[in-house]
């Protein structure tokens, strides 16, 4: 039986769907948490790290070579990186199944903090800056295609329910690329609209999963 043929069928138990009160309050907690995260503390820390300097001309990995600002880099890495290992994670647990791709869960954080700990110094460690920027890069790319195989697949499931996703996830993928036309790099810019563009977008399809 398909994925979403079992989650849209009903259930013979009539109090499968129940939860205890103190199951229903953890799961509410966990929402506001995701909820503050999605909508404040993502860009507002995306924000204060990129403070005073030109989005469009550096990226993340140059700014955090600044020894004022290798702490928050490390930090704001893996807030992010454990922020959708949690939320990815809320959303495949969501489905009666596993949804395909979602050992890019795992792979993706794992990336991260592998390209947080390499530095970046291409004129001192030119090896190790390659590998840095190969990790960053595939893990953006491992989030990017769990996303993409799970919208297109609820889409081709239920169009009438779930036809926001494609179009929002190709908006995203769409302002990266104009973002890196326009500035020749993969910038700052495309950093954090692809960071925060794309938590909105899951955050989104969490609730809307749990709501069905």
């Known amino acids: ?8 069928s009903p259930s013979p138990d009539p109090h499968k769907g129940y939860r205890p009160p103190q199951h229903q309050r953890r799961r509410k907690a966990a929402s506001s948490f995701l ?9 507002v820390f995306s924000l204060l790290f990129l403070r005073g ?3 469009l001309t550096t990226n993340l ?3 955090g070579n600044d020894s004022r600002r290798q702490n928050a880099f490390v930090f704001w890495g893996l807030f992010v990186g454990i922020y959708f290992f949690i939320l990815l994670t809320r959303i495949a647990g969501h489905l009666p199944a596993p949804p395909r791709g979602v050992f890019f869960i795992p792979l993706s954080l794992l990336l991260l903090t592998c390209a947080l700990t390499m530095p970046y110094l291409p004129e001192q460690f030119p090896f190790r800056s390659l590998l840095h920027v ?3 890069f595939l893990s953006a790319v491992c989030l ?6 799970l919208v297109f697949r609820l889409y081709r ?5 779930f036809f926001l996703y494609p179009v929002g996830l190709s908006s995203i993928l769409s302002g990266c690329i104009l973002l890196f036309l326009a500035a020749g790099i993969i910038s700052s810019a495309l ?7 794309l938590s909105l977008l899951c955050r989104r399809l969490e609730t809307r999963l749990a709501r069905t």
């Open 191 to 197: 950093e954090i609209f692809f960071v925060l563009s």
């Open 157 to 161: 499931r239920q169009p009438d329910q």
């Open 35 to 43: 909820d503050l995260t999605a909508y404040l503390f993502l860009p």
């Open 61 to 63: 990995s140059v700014l």
């Open 53 to 55: 300097t030109n989005w």
């Open 1 to 8: 039986m398909d994925i979403m043929d079992t989650l849209t």
């Open 144 to 149: 990017a295609l769990f996303v993409a195989l």
């Open 134 to 136: 190969l990790f960053a």
